[in-house]
């Protein structure tokens, strides 16, 4: 949390960490990407996208500043069995959050690490996706097969805001990842009473493991 004094308002700033890189050409080249990614991720003007209003570079550390939102909260105290939100809150936030990503993704920027803590809840309950500094720029053509990342992701969100459980659970990467491309989601309304059935399908639908069904079957969340 900082303060811009020159238009008098309180903004929070990310530094990353970048490992310094000994060969000149190699670090003029990850400077210009860096440069290039924030310029690219500031241009989008979205409702549910926290704003990136500058970048830059201190010390040999980049940094970009963003919104400041006030008392915001993350989806992740929404996932857990015992506060999960109503079915009709959910549907809204992951609708918002396709819309976000749906724009993004036609512009060429993917966002790579969609996940509760990533997506933020306004005081007045409204939606921003965060954290779009570490996005991937792409031509727009190919963001758009790319981008199936971005909604595979969206789909686990969903199951777990729905839920409170993560759709695949293992005690090490390659388990989790052996699960992610062999297995199948518990159904949801197996662990939540009641949930619609066209939201199940939804959220079957998102995490497919062929990227083609998420074409040919329309269901894009938008």
């Known amino acids: 949390l900082s303060h811009d004094p020159y238009f008098r308002r309180d903004v929070a700033i990310k530094v990353y960490n970048t490992a ?18 924030a310029h690219m991720v500031g241009m989008l003007q979205h409702p ?3 704003p990136i ?3 830059g570079e201190e010390d ?11 008392r915001a909260r993350t989806l992740e105290a929404y996932c857990r069995p015992d506060n999960l939100l109503h ?11 396709a819309k976000a990503l749906h724009y993004a993704h036609k512009r060429g920027v993917i966002h790579r690490d969609i996940k509760p803590s990533n997506i933020m809840l306004t005081n007045d309950n409204d939606v921003r996706i965060i954290d779009f500094g570490i996005a991937i720029l792409r031509d727009s053509d190919i963001s758009k097969i790319e981008g199936i990342a971005d909604l595979y992701s969206l789909g686990a969100v969903m199951y777990e805001l729905l839920t409170g459980f993560r759709p695949f659970r293992a005690s090490s990467l390659s388990k989790l990842l052996n699960q992610i491309v062999y297995a ?3 159904p949801i309304h197996t662990l939540r009473l009641g949930a619609p059935e066209e939201l199940e399908e ?8 062929d990227p083609a069904a998420r074409f040919t079957s329309g269901s894009d969340f938008g």
């Not at 000149?24 to 400077?31: C, H, L, Q, T, V």
């Open 53 to 55: 209003l500058d970048a």
């Open 20 to 37: 310094t890189d000994d060969d000149p050409s190699r670090a003029k080249i990850a400077r210009k990407m860096f440069f290039n990614e």
């Open 48 to 50: 549910n996208i926290l």
């Open 60 to 70: 040999g550390k980049y940094y970009v500043v963003m919104e400041h939102v006030q």
């Open 87 to 97: 079915v009709e809150d959910v549907v809204k936030i992951i609708y918002k959050c």
């Open 202 to 209: 939804i959220v079957a639908i998102a995490l497919q493991k």
């Open 184 to 186: 199948t989601p518990p």
